[in-house]
């Protein structure tokens, strides 16, 4: 196994970067196939999420692989290989496992214990098997990902350690120790977008007792699917659907929005949600809302299709294909400073100001000693800075830069993007997009409460870590183990049985030999030679297999395999065929039973 996995996320990356990088369904695909052509690569899969990118292949060259997917990385990402590579990690082998199992657990995830990531697992398994990309190692890999997150969530209580994303940005809208049902009940909300996210922001609200939910999309049919389902689901919840035309005029009368789209721009600005609080918007704040619209069902007509939504007005600036604010374009010149000086910001955290004496003290802490390795230093070509070290001095490096993080991550953080009075708040926005769906300066705005990506994870850095966290580390580890010796086994298996099928072959030879100088056996007796010889050529191989088997399970067993081929002059063409043939079975490709 040569398991490598290059990536980035929110916590090595900060969130305009993750922006930049994000992939479409489009990329993903050529991605793949892109590194599949790749020299190193023999099969890969992309795990790409709202916070996190990680390429995955099955490489035989360490070097040669980290170089290439690295560059891919870049190039499909859209962000030069030179500013990307500081927030780049890579793991091999046993570490890409543990790393990819504890994704799996929502160890990693910026809000620990959510379940959602197991349901994006699953979808890039299902892609790399759509594409072919994903051979024999990557859907055992993921396969097994995929159970050994279910167990964590199972066996242990992880889910109270962190709670969903959308959960926790309720809860950080309705602000510490008042519970999320108290704050929402009675309340009006607009859900932007019908995927999976909105739609799971529309359910969460339903439950926790807001009054309606109106849906806006640009495709009026799904919008009116999401609020027939709310309606059906026994909340007692108001839904509508609308179309994106109509943002407007619902957020005059809203008191809460979520929103997650697939929009490359901005979906609200601050110039819309000033709009709708001021006293000149389309209904005012002041005004009694319109009656609710007859709740929605399944059968429902669809509403007549809109023009994709573009705010009128001043748009956010654009600096090196990264949407930002006027107002935040000092600070993503420092970000971009920071990069382009090899330093790697450690704290996962959002575009923020920071004061030169700060940004000092910040990596004072972050790097307390310098990197042993001296691979903070600045590069000024991204690939050489990772191609020319050798695998343990990269997970040094990865040790190094994991204790920064983790010291960063122990300051103090905000918990929300706005100082506003939770009885002051008119409007509490929730944006769960990447890229952004709301302009980060509506926070600006009097009376709005803004909870997005950037404030997640600093809210969830300071989140209280359940003591089942260390129990579902133990259960990563066995699992690592256990998988790791399980492949190992295998590599070794075409070996045990080219050896068998040698010794069934020599077996036959003599019987007919036997039959050439005794041809007077009769059938019993032929048949009960024959079956002599098989049984002592099985019990001379018998405790050698068994122990080969065991022992290339263990660390360090890969030299077994090459022993018993050079012992017994095996040919090497007939192992690799016995190989090709194993992995062609179709008992062994997706068995869909396997990841439920």
Avoid at 182 to 203: E, F, H, P, T
Avoid at 469 to 482: M, S, T
Avoid at 495 to 502: C, D, E, H, I, S
């Amino acid at each position: 196994m040569s398991l490598l996995v290059v990536g980035l996320s929110h916590r090595s990356a900060p969130v305009s970067v993750l922006e930049r990088a994000s992939l479409s369904a489009d990329a993903k695909a050529k991605l793949l196939h892109d590194t599949l052509a790749a020299e190193p690569a023999a099969e890969a899969a992309v795990l790409a999420t709202c916070n996190r990118i990680e390429l995955y292949a099955d490489v035989d060259k360490f070097h040669a692989g980290v170089a290439e997917l690295s560059t891919l990385l870049a190039q499909h990402s859209g962000v030069a290989l030179e500013e990307l590579t500081p927030y780049l990690y890579v793991h091999y082998e046993d570490r890409a496992v543990h790393h990819l199992f504890s994704v799996a657990c929502g160890l990693d995830s910026m809000v620990v214990g959510e379940g959602q990531i197991l349901g994006q697992i699953k979808d890039a398994l299902a892609l790399g098997q759509e594409l072919h990309t994903a051979g024999r190692l990557i859907n055992d890999l993921f396969q097994q990902a995929l159970r050994v997150g279910k167990r964590a969530h199972s066996e242990t209580g992880i889910d109270r350690a962190g709670q969903s994303l959308v959960t926790f940005g309720l809860e950080q809208l309705a602000g510490h120790g008042t519970p999320v049902a108290d704050w929402a009940a009675g309340k009006r909300a607009l859900v932007i977008g019908a995927g999976s996210m909105s739609s799971l922001a529309a359910a969460t609200l339903a439950r926790v007792g807001v009054a309606e939910i109106v849906v806006a999309n640009r495709t009026a049919e799904r919008a009116e699917r999401l609020a027939g389902i709310l309606v059906a689901s026994g909340t007692g919840v108001v839904a509508r659907a609308v179309g994106m035309s109509a943002v407007a005029a619902e957020l005059t009368r809203v008191d809460v929005v979520v929103s997650c789209t697939g929009a490359t721009g901005l979906v609200l600005t601050g110039d819309d949600v000033a709009a709708a609080l001021s006293d000149g918007g389309p209904a005012g704040p002041a005004s009694a809302p319109p009656a609710p619209a007859p709740a929605a069902s399944p059968q429902a007509p669809a509403a007549s299709p809109h023009a994709p939504a573009g705010p009128a007005g001043p748009g956010p600036a654009v600096t090196g294909g990264a949407r930002v604010s006027t107002a935040d374009a000092e600070v993503v010149a420092r970000l971009v400073a920071a990069a382009e000086g090899g330093r790697r910001l450690a704290d996962a955290g959002a575009v923020r100001t920071i004061a030169p004496a700060e940004a000092a003290s910040a990596r004072a802490l972050a790097e307390p000693d310098g990197c042993p390795l001296g691979l903070d230093a600045p590069a000024g070509d991204g690939r050489s800075a990772l191609a020319g070290v050798d695998a343990g001095s990269l997970e040094l490096h990865g040790t190094w830069a994991d204790q920064g993080e983790a010291a960063a991550q122990r300051q103090p953080r905000r918990a929300v993007r706005s100082s506003v009075d939770a009885a002051a708040v008119r409007l509490a926005l929730l944006d769960l997009a990447m890229p952004r769906d709301i302009d980060g300066a509506v926070h600006r705005v009097p009376g709005v409460r803004l909870v997005d990506i950037e404030s997640l994870a600093e809210a969830s850095a300071d989140a209280p870590m359940a003591a089942d966290v260390d129990a579902v580390r133990g259960i990563v580890a066995d699992e690592v183990a256990a998988f790791g010796a399980a492949q190992r086994a295998a590599h070794i298996t075409p070996t045990v049985v080219a050896l068998r099928a040698m010794a069934a072959e020599v077996v036959a030879m003599e019987v007919a030999r036997l039959d050439g100088r005794v041809p007077d056996l009769d059938d019993r007796q032929r048949a009960e030679v024959t079956q002599t010889v098989r049984r002592v050529v099985d019990k001379l191989l018998h405790a050698p297999t068994v122990r080969v088997k065991q022992l290339a399970s263990e660390p360090g067993g890969a030299g077994y395999a090459e022993a018993l081929r050079e012992l017994f002059d095996l040919d090497p063409q007939t192992v690799a065929s016995v190989s090709r043939a194993d992995a062609a079975d179709p008992k062994n490709d997706d068995d869909p039973g396997r990841a439920s």
